[in-house]
Nanobody, 121 residues
Framework: QVHLVESGGGLVQAGGSLRLSCAAS?????MGWFRQAPGKEREFVAT????????YYADSAKDRFTISRDNAKNTAYLQMNNLKPEDTAVYYC?????????????????WGQGTQVTVSS
């Protein structure tokens, strides 16, 4: 069992930046970030392969968000720039048991509790 703990969320004005971190209690393979806004379903944001060579982003995150990882620290990151009010959501970190990236919720085994990101206009 691997536990994931997100941090770095908070309140920021539109146009600002936040860096989310996801610390894993053990070794993980591919990882991803998802988010869930009030009244909406959880949606994919970004994913990174085990070695870090492959990344994919939702259209809403392209050119503004960057996913990265430090395997020595068992930690993944999500750098979010130029934040918009529509980015307001609870952001969840997730991990797979295989090295390849994935965009679907069902492909992830471990999940964190989430961290709130609120972007004011």
């Amino acid at each position: 069992q691997v536990h994931l703990v997100e941090s770095g969320g908070g309140l920021v004005q539109a146009g600002g930046s936040l860096r989310l971190s996801c610390a894993a209690s053990g070794r993980t393979f591919a990882m991803g970030w998802f988010r869930q806004a009030p009244g909406k379903e959880r949606e994919f944001v970004a994913t990174i392969s085990w070695i870090g060579g492959q990344t994919y982003y939702a259209d809403s995150a392209k050119d503004r968000f960057t996913i990265s990882r430090d395997n020595a620290k068992n930690t993944a990151y999500l750098q979010m720039n130029n934040l918009k009010p529509e980015d307001t959501a609870v952001y969840y970190c997730a991990a797979r048991l295989v090295p390849a990236t994935a965009l679907e919720i069902r492909d992830y085994v471990y999940w964190g509790q989430g961290t709130q990101v609120t972007v004011s206009s």
